[in-house]
Every structure is written in structure tokens, then in C-alpha cells.
């Protein structure tokens, strides 16, 4: 293998390996968004999902869902609790998602608003405890289990106010829950009931879960995609992704029942919503702590998917292909849509003085999020998307003409359509194009020379989702396999090769609870206590941090091609290390000796590093139980001169980092 190391190409943009990030699989609600109480405010359809009564407290209390003198208007349904009888079980409990994952000693407060109703309420008890038995479907909820943690509030008056504790609990429970009864007899009125920890990435009110931003960080992302995904568009436009609502006071957030609370594939979540805790803010901020640029998704005003699905018109008139759609109550035009994305651009950069920017410094962040990239539409093509995409991208340059847009191509590369949409794409003088691959590991590792032959001007590429699956795209028995894993690492050889190309990748999704997903395979999977990356992750992880900043050309031995006889390889200089990063897959059961030729190298080191992921078994993964079952191993190796002899494990994803310019 011939590394021309005189023959620097093209940079490697900063931004090359990224997230894909969409609340899916409980990747927000339930995951890294760590609020524990599901459904805090009583604004879901079913007022009441995810909270119960203690089986028998209906002898003790009664429950009901009121909206009379609400804390807002926005936040018009609270819950009202009346115990006619003094009891520790007239009880009524919050199960979390899929039960709440507490630590021992950790920190976590309860805030609620409160308001005393007739009677004699001394207070409102609140305890974290681990249910006697698993969580039913019926009606109300297992007697009480082992107390964790218990506090009271006390001092509550006629008038909404709210009030918080903080809880410790004495051991640690993934499936623990919590319950509030009435101190005394008499009514109270409670709302956004919370419960979160205090130790949130980087201590933050209203953070993320730390452990998964400390396996996100970890893969240094050059930037974060979101907030999806087909969650952008909604399975129709009243269900699509508002950016305006999720901004400002949590507690005026109203929540909308997730796209993916859907039969999907045989496995339904019902109880599926996005509270939007996690908003526009958020995603900004999480950006901005992984050092990543952030990368917003906007409906181009078509609900999900595939163009099948809701359309709205691109003038007040209707647009030449605009169908009707049927909510009167809210019937945006394109205009809307552009409008929302102007917005977003000077809430994200703009000065105090602007209406958008003045909303982004009073939630504490004066500075400017320095958006530089924003997608128009997801997953969509054809006329109907580009006679909206057209208008949308001439808005946006006019105001911002600094701005990167990403358009869309559609999904599965390949299809008629497909080809279509990124001619008139090319056409149109786009810059990025999001592409989508979600198919077989041998699509991925026959697809190794796709950006070969692309044209080196006009449009760049963005691969902004794609996942090997083991079985069929969208089947619930996909693996996160190192088959899968391995035939990604080769094809992203095929990016990094084409870095001149392709300026942005993510895998996807990235997230899913091990109770609660709807899609596999994904990238990082948790439940309530504890998380892991697949073998997919660090292939991941080993691309995102040993990215290079130049490209450097690589050829295989006799003129094979990359791939052939199941060998790729790509290759960079990282200029600040001043080191030479070559990247080789062995997609062979047998080890192989390869030799690497560093032509025109100098100043080499005496001995390189090899990070080396690699199983016999291309059916493992990794699990909750056994993490680093699949994980990289580092080894030094020696360098003699600018011809190194190095063998490659069978089954091996391998990085040398070898010192020179
Ligand atoms: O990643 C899961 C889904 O796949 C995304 O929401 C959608 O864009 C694609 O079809």
C-alpha cells in the first residue's frame, strides 16, 4: 500500500465526522433529556400517562385532572389530589420512563407548583421508592415497595408557587418511582412535578444525562444534527417539529405525541411524547459543550414521509402541487416555514437587540451560537420538495447569505428519484446534499468507491444517515454487529478518501433505551443507570478522532482497487501532530501482512501507534453486560523506515498513527 505523503490533497473540513441526533428510541425523553417524571405537567392527550394510583388508595383519595385557574395558559391541566382519609398510601405515583434510575448518595431535586385547596392539607409528601414488584399495565399501580428517599413540602398556600427539595436516595434502583400523597386530609393542586438530577453534564439546571454526553464527547464530533429525522417533519404537519415552542420556561413547553409513538414495525410505545424539555436552546448549548457545530433541520413544510404524506401549500392560494390538508386550525403556507427558519438564524446568532436574539440572552446565553449550517427538509426529493427547497434556500441567502444550506436528496441513493432531485440539486447550485444509506453490510463495503468518480465542483456531500442492517432496513431483529460495524468502517474509508467530497457523515439513529425502542440498529444503547457503545460506535469514535486535517492519496499494491480482496484503506496527515493516520480494514477471516509505503515521508519516529478493533466473530456486539466486548486496543510498532511491515488482525478495523510529515 502506497501512501504519497508528498502529495497532500485536499483539507479534511473540521466538520467530517458528526451526530445524527432524533428523538427515537427515548433518545430524549427518557434518555439523555435525565428529567425522571413522565408527563410533569398533565398536557398529553391522555392527560394522565405515566402517573397512577397506589392500588386501594381509592378508598383514601380521589384524583382528578383539573383546568380551572391553571398556572397558564399554555399549561392549562393540572393534577388535583383529595385525601379523605390520613394515610402514607392515598398515594398517587409517577413511574418515570420505564421506571427511574436513581444512585445511591446521588443528588436529585423535586420542584412542583402547589396550591392548597379546602381542607386540612399539612403538606405535600414526596418519596423515591423501589416498587415491591415490576410496573403493571393495569389500572393502578403495586403497594408501596422500599422507601429510597423521603422529604416534605410544607408551607403551601391558596396560590400556585413553586417550591423544591432535594432527595438523596439510600441505594441504587433502575426501576424506581415516585410517589406524592396529601399530608393530612384536603385537596391539592399539583403541577410540573419534577424530579432531576443535579449531576447533569456540566452541573447544568436543565442538562443532559452525563454519561451519555461523556460517550458523545468522546467521539469529538465535528458537529450535531437535529433534532431529527423524520420527528422534523411529524406524520402529519400539526405533528411536526416547532422549534418556537421549545424555547424559554420549561414549564410553558407543551409537549406533542411523538412521531414515533407509532406501530412501527411491530413494537408500540403509546406512551411515546416529546415533552420538549430538550429544545432549540438545549441543542444549541450541547453543541456548543461538544464542540461541535450545530446543525438544525427545518420542515421545508411537508409532513414525513416520502412524499406521500402532507404538503403545505407554497402561497396562501395553494402551490401548483398542494393538496388540501385537513387541520383548519392551522394551515401554514411555505411562507411560514421560511419565515420560522429566519428566525431561527437570528435567534441562534443574533444581537440582543433582536426580537429572536433577545429570547436566546434572557435564557443565559448572550453570545452567539455562531450557527453556521442549516438543512432544509429531511429524507424528502422530488418536484413537491424542490419547488419548496427552491424558495426556502433564495430566502434564507437573501437575509444570510454567509449561511451553508443543506438540501436533501431522498433516501436509499440509487432510485430514479433519487438521481433526479440531486441533478436539479447540482443544478441549483446547492452546497450540501444530504444523503441517506440504510442497507446490508455488503452495500456498504461494495459501495467503498461511491464519491470516486463525483465531480470535484458544485455540490458537497453530506452523509447525514446511514447504518449497515444486518437483517432489513427497519427490522426489529437488526444487530449492532461487527459485520455491520466492519463493512461501515470500509465504506467510510471511501468517504475519507473522497474528504474533497464529502464534508460531513453521521451514523444513525444514535440513541436507544433497551426497553423502549422502535428502530435498531443504533449507535449507543442505555438503560436507566447505565450506557454502551457498540462496535459501530467505535468505529465511530476511531474515524471521528483520528479525522487528519489533509488528505493524503492512497494505492493499493498491483492497482487493486479499494476493496479489492477485502482490504481497504484511506489515509491522512494530521498536520498538528505532525503524524501520518492510516486507516485499513481487513474484512478477512485470516490475518494479513501488509506493506505500507510512506513515499516522501520524513522526520519518521522510531515506532508508530496501531489502534486496532477487531473479532473472529462477525456476529458479536457489544451489551450492557459486556461493553468492551468489541472495543479498540492500542499497541506500539516499530519504524525502521519509510516501508513499514505490519499484519493486520483477521476481522480488523485498524488506525496506525505513524510520527513523519
Ligand atoms: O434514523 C431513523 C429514520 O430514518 C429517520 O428519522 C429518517 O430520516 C430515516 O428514514
Redesign the pocket.
Known amino acids: 500500500i502506497t501512501v504519497q505523503v508528498n502529495k497532500p490533497g485536499a483539507p479534511v473540513a473540521k466538520t467530517m465526522y458528526g451526530l445524527?441526533f432524533?428523538d427515537?428510541n427515548f433518545g430524549a425523553d427518557g434518555g439523555l433529556y435525565p428529567e425522571l417524571v413522565k408527563n410533569k405537567s398533565f398536557e398529553t392527550d391522555d392527560r394522565l400517562i405515566g402517573w397512577k394510583g397506589i392500588k386501594g388508595a381509592s378508598a383514601l383519595s380521589t384524583y382528578t385532572v383539573s383546568s380551572q385557574q391553571p398556572i397558564s395558559e399554555k399549561n392549562s391541566h393540572f393534577l388535583r389530589l383529595t385525601a379523605t382519609t390520613a394515610s402514607p398510601d392515598a398515594g398517587f405515583v409517577n413511574e418515570g420512563f420505564r421506571g427511574m434510575g436513581v444512585k445511591e448518595g446521588a443528588e436529585y431535586t423535586f420542584s412542583v407548583y402547589a396550591r392548597r385547596g379546602p381542607g386540612n392539607v399539612g403538606g405535600l409528601n414526596v418519596t423515591i421508592e423501589e416498587p415491591a414488584r415490576a410496573q403493571a399495565s393495569g389500572p393502578e399501580a403495586p403497594a408501596s415497595g422500599k422507601v429510597l428517599a423521603t422529604a416534605k413540602i410544607t408551607g403551601l398556600t391558596n396560590e400556585w408557587k413553586k417550591y423544591s427539595v432535594v432527595l438523596k436516595p439510600s441505594a441504587t434502583a433502575a426501576k424506581a418511582r415516585l410517589k406524592l400523597t396529601v399530608d393530612g386530609t384536603g385537596t391539592l393542586d399539583l403541577d410540573v412535578v419534577s424530579l432531576f438530577p443535579k449531576n447533569t453534564w456540566m452541573k447544568r439546571e436543565n442538562g443532559m444525562r452525563a454519561d451519555l454526553v461523556q460517550l458523545l464527547k468522546d467521539m469529538n464530533p465535528g458537529f450535531l444534527r437535529f433534532p431529527?429525522?423524520?420527528?422534523v417533519e411529524g406524520v402529519t404537519l400539526d405533528n411536526r417539529y416547532q422549534w418556537k415552542e421549545t424555547i424559554g420556561d420549561v414549564a410553558s413547553r407543551s409537549p406533542i405525541i411523538n412521531r414515533w409513538n407509532t406501530e412501527f414495525k411491530h413494537r408500540f410505545t403509546p406512551d411515546y411524547y416529546q415533552s420538549f424539555g430538550l429544545g432549540f436552546f438545549e441543542y444549541f448549548q450541547l453543541s456548543e459543550d461538544l464542540g461541535a457545530e450545530p446543525l438544525p433541520i427545518l420542515n421545508v413544510g411537508m409532513a414525513c414521509?416520502f412524499n406521500s404524506a402532507e404538503l403545505a401549500p407554497i402561497t396562501a392560494a395553494g402551490g401548483p402541487s398542494a393538496p388540501a390538508h385537513d387541520h383548519a386550525e392551522d394551515d401554514p403556507t411555505l411562507d411560514t416555514f421560511i419565515q420560522d427558519a429566519l428566525d431561527l438564524i437570528e435567534f441562534a446568532n443574533g444581537p440582543a437587540t433582536s426580537t429572536w436574539g433577545a429570547k436566546r440572552v434572557a435564557m443565559g446565553h448572550p453570545a452567539p451560537f455562531n450557527l453556521k449550517y442549516i438543512g432544509i427538509g429531511?429524507?424528502q426529493w422530488g418536484p413537491q420538495y424542490l419547488e419548496r427547497y427552491e424558495p426556502f434556500a433564495k430566502a434564507v441567502k437573501a437575509k444570510y447569505p454567509n449561511m451553508n444550506i443543506v438540501s436533501s436528496a431522498g433516501?436509499s441513493p440509487g432510485g430514479e428519484l433519487f438521481d433526479k432531485a440531486s441533478a436539479k440539486l447540482r443544478e441549483l447550485k446547492a452546497e450540501l446534499i444530504d444523503e441517506?444509506y440504510?442497507a446490508k453490510p455488503e452495500w456498504f463495503r461494495e459501495n467503498v468507491g461511491r464519491y470516486d468518480n463525483y465531480p470535484r465542483t458544485g455540490p458537497k456531500i453530506f452523509a447525514g444517515?446511514y447504518?449497515a442492517q444486518s437483517v432489513a432496513i427497519g427490522s426489529p431483529d437488526n444487530k449492532n454487529n461487527w459485520d455491520c460495524a466492519i463493512s461501515e468502517a470500509a465504506f467510510m474509508t471511501g468517504l475519507e478518501r473522497n474528504a474533497d467530497v464529502v464534508t460531513m457523515a453521521s451514523y444513525?439513529?444514535l440513541f436507544a433505551h433497551v426497553d423502549a425502542w422502535q428502530?435498531t440498529p443504533d449507535l449507543i444503547w442505555f438503560d436507566n443507570l447505565k450506557a454502551y457503545g457498540t462496535p459501530n460506535y467505535y468505529v465511530q469514535k476511531l474515524f471521528a478522532t483520528n479525522p487528519g486535517t489533509t488528505m493524503l492519496p492512497v494505492q493499493l499494491g498491483n492497482n487493486a482497487k479499494n476493496g479489492q480482496d477485502n482490504l481497504f484503506a484511506s489515509a491522512v496527515a494530521d498536520d498538528k501532530a505532525g503524524e501520518v493516520v492510516v486507516k485499513l480494514v481487513n474484512y478477512s477471516p485470516q490475518p494479513r501482512t501488509v506493506t505500507l509505503n510512506l513515499a516522501g515521508a520524513k522526520k519518521l519516529g522510531k515506532s508508530g501507534k496501531a489502534i486496532v478493533l477487531a473479532s473472529n466473530d462477525l456476529q458479536a456486539v457489544n451489551s450492557i453486560e459486556q461493553p468492551m466486548n468489541i472495543a479498540p486496543k492500542e499497541e506500539k510498532f516499530a519504524v525502521k523506515s519509510s516501508t513499514i511491515s505490519y499484519t493486520l488482525a483477521p476481522n480488523s478495523f485498524t488506525v496506525l498513527r505513524v510520527p513523519g510529515k
Do not use: D, K, S
Open positions: 445524527f432524533e427515537i431529527g429525522g423524520c420527528i414521509q429531511n429524507e433516501p441517506h440504510y444517515e447504518a444513525a439513529p428502530w
